[in-house]
Nanobody, 115 residues
Framework: QVQLAESGGGLVQAGGSLRLSCAAS????????MGWHRQPPGKQRELVAT???????SYADAVKGRFTISRDNAKNTVYLQMNSLKVEDTAVYYC?????????WGQGTQVTVSS
C-alpha cells in the first residue's frame, strides 16, 4: 500500500532538539519532492521544508538555520532535524510526498515545545 508514516514527535523544552522521521513507500520516496508541513493549534497547515529527489532543499523563513531536512535513499526515509526549538514550533507535523501526480500525507506527529 502506498503510504507515509511519521515518528519522532514529543515534548521538548525550548532550545532543545527533536528529529522526525518519515518512512515512505518507495513509489512516493522516488517522486520529485518530499516535504514536511506543520499545523499549529488554531492555524492552517504551513510548509516547513522540502527536499527533491536530487537533494535540493528549501525552508520556510521561520525555521531556516534551525531545521534541516534530509533523506536516506537506502531506507526510503526523510528526516527533519529540529534544533533550537521555540514554543511557536508547537504543531502537528506532517510528511508529504507524491507518487506521480497523486499527493499523500502521513498521519501527523505532535511536537510540543514548552517554555
Amino acid at each position: 500500500q502506498v503510504q507515509l508514516a511519521e515518528s519522532g514527535g514529543g515534548l521538548v523544552q525550548a532550545g532543545g532538539s527533536l528529529r522526525l522521521s518519515c518512512a515512505a513507500s518507495r513509489s512516493i520516496f522516488v517522486g520529485n519532492v518530499m516535504g514536511w508541513h506543520r499545523q499549529p493549534p488554531g492555524k492552517q497547515r504551513e510548509l516547513v521544508a522540502t527536499i527533491t529527489s536530487g537533494g535540493s532543499t528549501s525552508y520556510a523563513d521561520a525555521v531556516k538555520g534551525r531545521f534541516t531536512i534530509s533523506r536516506d535513499n537506502a531506507k526510503n526515509t526523510v528526516y527533519l532535524q529540529m534544533n533550537s526549538l521555540k514554543v511557536e514550533d508547537t504543531a502537528v507535523y506532517y510528511c508529504y510526498g507524491r507518487a506521480g501526480w497523486v499527493g499523500y500525507w502521513g498521519q501527523g506527529t505532535q511536537v510540543t515545545v514548552s517554555s
